[in-house]
């Protein structure tokens, strides 16, 4: 069972905001390092690439092309990790997966799609 279930996506204006959520099953969240991840559609050849990632102490890192828009969170008594999404681009049109950081290939879950409009 895979223990990482993401919720919140949807479509969106170029320009506007979502917050994506990750539950995490109890004993899952014993993992120390979260990260959100994104595959963009049509591209099955490209491989799935780290959006923001939080480790061990708060510290957090972002891709470039999120820095400044984008900002990883979690709450360690809702067992939920969050990915809040400002200034949506068309570009980050994708379907976004939450996974531990390095991931686990048996952490993936069926993603939320985000769909920005322009």
């Known amino acids: 069972q895979v223990p990482l279930v993401e919720s919140g996506g949807g479509l969106v204006q170029a320009g506007g905001s979502l917050r994506l959520s990750c539950a995490v099953s109890?004993?899952?969240?014993?993992?120390?390092?979260m990260g959100w991840y994104r595959q963009a559609p049509g591209k099955p050849g490209k491989q799935r690439e780290l959006?923001?990632?939080?480790?061990?102490?708060?510290?957090?890192n972002y891709a470039d092309f999120v820095k400044g828009r984008f900002t990883i969170s979690r709450d360690n008594a809702k067992n939920t990790v969050y990915l809040q999404m400002n200034s949506l681009k068309p570009e980050d049109t994708a379907v976004y997966y939450c996974?531990?950081?390095?991931?686990?290939?048996?952490?993936w879950g069926q993603g939320t799609q985000v769909t920005v409009s322009s």
């Open positions: 996974n531990a950081f390095p991931f686990t290939k048996n952490y």
């Open positions: 109890g004993s899952s969240f014993s993992i120390n390092s």
């Open positions: 959006v923001a990632a939080m480790i061990p102490g708060g510290s957090t």
